[in-house]
């Protein structure tokens, strides 16, 4: 998505590159809710934190909540896995963006697909990537959005991990149906639509 697109979509693309690593709120009303053990088929770990993530609540309760949405979602067809969450800053986002996506600049949120295959440190679980987030680009635009910041940061952990799973936005229909997705997912948390703000 273009930089200077208003929308709260974010502004970043999955990549195929090898990861980083390597080189709060009620459920909502759900008419037919998972089995509790289907909120075990993604773990969402946190592996790194940097930068003053204090606004954004308890993390690991905000972080978890945004990753029992995708793994409880019937609408998503994958296998056991495990993904990282990177809390970072905008200078470190901003070294992997040049890196990667050859962007000198920073952004929201940056997805880092794993191979084909991997496999996790957990017996049985596949590894699905990693999601580096940038806090004060996060936080700037939830003030500018006006959303509440907890809510941002779920939507962009949800975003970010939909990537890991294989969708993108890069044209119109593609990004509707993530928008969708997102949004489907996000109400099941308690989080409102996050791209409503945009047509207002």
Request: proline share 6%.
């Amino acid at each position: 998505m273009d930089e200077s697109d208003s929308r709260s979509r974010p502004k970043s693309t999955a990549s195929s590159a090898a990861s980083p690593s390597d080189a709060a709120g009620d459920v909502g009303d759900d008419p037919d809710p998972e089995p509790a053990s289907a909120a075990d088929r993604l773990i969402v770990d946190i592996s790194d934190q940097d930068g003053d993530w204090s606004e954004f609540g308890r993390l690991d309760v905000v972080i978890a909540e945004a990753g029992r949405a995708v793994s409880t979602a019937r609408e998503l067809d994958f296998e056991p896995a495990l993904a990282t969450v990177a809390l970072s800053n905008d200078s470190r986002v901003r070294g992997l963006n040049a890196l990667y996506r050859h962007q000198d600049k920073p952004t929201n949120v940056l997805s880092f697909p794993a191979p084909k295959g991997a496999m996790s440190e957990i017996e049985g679980r596949a590894f699905l990537g990693d999601v580096v987030l940038a806090v004060e680009t996060v936080a700037k635009e939830a003030r500018e959005l006006g959303l509440p910041p907890v809510h941002h940061l779920q939507h962009l952990v949800v975003h970010g991990l939909l990537h890991l799973l294989g969708f993108d936005h890069e044209d119109v229909g593609e990004a509707e149906e993530m928008e969708a997705l997102e949004t489907m997912l996000l109400a099941r948390i308690g989080v409102a639509d996050p791209y409503a703000t945009a047509d207002e």
